[in-house]
């Protein structure tokens, strides 16, 4: 696996390294990947949103370029939406939109998925290890 990245247009700074590290874990946990086949970074990107997509940890208000490691599909998310909420109202993590292993009714096709890819079932993911003990 890759070692973790910033994208290009995002300062090196403690405040980044730290966040880097936090997304990249999560990244990992949700059965994410960095794209392999490269992404040109958009011309003139500043610290607002700007319409492309990002190679390496873009920060969380970017779309950053990564492959479901599930189905295969390079996909473009930002890291806000994958990041663990808590507050009153808990979200627990899900599959990105359109994963065919995304749902309660695809737990046991995500259990053998994570096994042919040779990837323990993350903890979170109570429905995928409810099956494979069924």
């Given at each position: 696996?890759?070692?973790?990245?910033?994208?290009?247009?995002?300062?090196?700074?403690?405040?980044?390294?730290?966040?880097?590290?936090?997304?990249?874990a999560r990244m990992l946990e949700l059965g994410y990947a960095p794209r392999a086949?490269?992404?040109?970074?958009?011309?003139?990107?500043?610290?607002?949103?700007?319409?492309?997509?990002?190679?390496?940890y873009p920060g969380s208000?970017?779309?950053?370029a990564l492959t479901c490691l599930l189905c295969c599909k390079d996909i473009d998310v930002y890291y806000s939406h994958m990041r663990d909420r808590k507050d009153?109202?808990?979200?627990?993590?899900?599959?990105?939109?359109?994963?065919?292993?995304?749902?309660?009714?695809?737990?046991?096709?995500?259990?053998?998925?994570?096994?042919?890819?040779g990837r323990a079932i993350p903890d979170w993911d109570t429905e995928a290890r409810a099956a494979l003990v069924a």
């Open positions: 696996m890759t070692a973790p990245y910033l994208s290009v247009f995002l300062p090196d700074t403690s405040r980044n390294r730290d966040s880097l590290v936090v997304a990249w086949t490269p992404v040109d970074e958009p011309e003139g990107c500043t610290r607002t949103r700007c319409a492309g997509v990002h190679r390496g208000e970017h779309r950053w009153a109202n808990p979200a627990p993590p899900r599959r990105h939109k359109g994963c065919p292993y995304s749902g309660p009714g695809k737990a046991t096709a995500r259990a053998a998925r994570y096994a042919e890819i």
